[in-house]
């Protein structure tokens, strides 16, 4: 990491000076508005939650549900993304994906269920002590060949 003043809250490198406070100087993140002073810059959000959001981003899930789902905010999101210059591997697929989250149990019940694994694809990710799935419905082998995926079927 730089050593270049970073906002804690939302990782923006865009801030003004703010006056002063107990004789530290405090700072106004321009993205989001929060005020902070240098000594609280060792309280940066968790890494783990800024790599799961990116993670989330990529697979296709929206900023908002990503705030549903991690609990931090979709501007937070969006600045992390810019920061760190993420992008979609497949941009704007006409595969229409969809998400819920599942305890351990459920998704274990959700498994077992053929119906459920036919012709789609499926990614877990693990987010503490639950699961977000993500499923892509009815891709067929034209729509993956499109998103350069493997096609072999057996991979699919
Ligand atoms: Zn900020």
Known sequence: ?????????????????????????????????????????????????????????????????????????????????????MQRPFGDSPVKTSHKVLGFHELQEFIAIKENMRNSGTIITAIEDQFLVTTWKGASIQDLKQMSLPTDKNTI
């Open 1 to 85: 990491m730089s050593s270049t003043i970073s906002c804690p809250k939302c990782l923006s490198q865009e801030y003004v000076k703010s006056g002063s406070i107990k004789g530290r100087q405090r700072y106004k993140c321009k993205s989001c508005n929060y005020y902070f002073s240098v000594q609280k810059l060792g309280k940066k959000i968790n890494d783990y939650v800024v790599i799961k959001a990116l993670q989330l981003y990529i697979e296709g899930i929206s900023y908002r549900e990503i705030e549903r789902i991690l609990g931090v905010s979709h501007v937070s999101v969006m600045n992390w993304v810019k920061t760190y210059k």
